[in-house]
T-cell receptor
Framework: KNQVEQSPQSLIILEGKNCTLQCNYTVSPFSNLRWYKQDTGRGPVSLTIMTFSENTKSNGRYTATLDADTKQSSLHITASQLSDSASYIC???????????FGGGTRLMVKP | DVKVTQSSRYLVKRTGEKVFLECVQDMDHENMFWYRQDPGLGLRLIYF???????EKGDIPEGYSVSREKKERFSLILESASTNQTSMYLC????????????FGPGTRLTVL
């Protein structure tokens, strides 16, 4: 069964600190992995996408990594800001991109 | 700019009522999706559509139906709402194939009393 597990479920950090969110998946065959950010009361918005051959992808202060051998991905947030408070969802696609398996998300709270 | 809109942000209905959730996208996308999002369970696919009048069941279609009469509009119908359908409902759309991003609407928080 295709599964995407995220950890931790929730995280509280101080503004300015770095943090790393984890995503482990068992989806096969693998096509691509996306990280989404979902602000409270909003729909998810894509941050990064990585295919099998990509190890790392950056979007500003967000850096995603992918290890396709161990089926793990991480999202690193540098110098956190209050606006980073949100849920972060890892989504893995197993074919051309239309069938997705969603992780349960990590809820991040950045405190001043 | 990409836009997916949903008819209501918040909705309160009574058990047994028929509920319509509307989703409209202005990007001429072929594929549209309905998800529900519950704490600890993540997003779960209810139904999706890859063309007008075409629909496919997702992972949890029971208790729901959909309608896609026009390309830009995808409706989710709860024939007889039940309390366990209280949830956040998210609509998304994407062009066909490849690694295309799913664009989500703002969500409808439905409460069934």
């Amino acid at each position: 069964k295709n599964q995407v597990e995220q950890s931790p479920q929730s995280l509280i950090i101080l503004e300015g600190k770095n943090c790393t969110l984890q995503c482990n998946y068992t989806v096969s065959p693998f096509s691509n992995l996306r990280w989404y950010k979902q602000d409270t009361g909003r729909g998810p918005v894509s941050l990064t996408i990585m295919t099998f051959s990509e190890n790392t992808k950056s979007n500003g202060r967000y850096t995603a990594t992918l290890d396709a051998d161990t089926k793990q991905s991480s999202l690193h947030i540098t110098a956190s800001q209050l606006s980073d408070s949100a849920s972060y969802i890892c989504v893995v696609s197993n074919n051309a991109g239309n069938m997705l398996t969603f992780g349960g998300g990590t809820r991040l709270m950045v405190k001043p | 700019d990409v836009k997916v809109t949903q008819s209501s942000r918040y909705l309160v209905k009574r058990t047994g009522e028929k509920v319509f959730l509307e989703c409209v996208q202005d990007m001429d996308h072929e594929n549209m999706f309905w998800y529900r999002q519950d704490p600890g369970l993540g997003l779960r696919l209810i139904y999706f559509s890859y063309d007008v009048k075409m629909k496919e069941k997702g992972d949890i279609p029971e208790g729901y139906s959909v309608s896609r009469e026009k390309k830009e509009r995808f409706s989710l119908i709860l024939e007889s709402a039940s309390t366990n359908q209280t949830s956040m409902y998210l609509c998304a759309s994407t062009p066909p194939g490849g690694y295309n991003e799913q664009f989500f609407g703002p969500g409808t928080r439905l409460t069934v009393l």
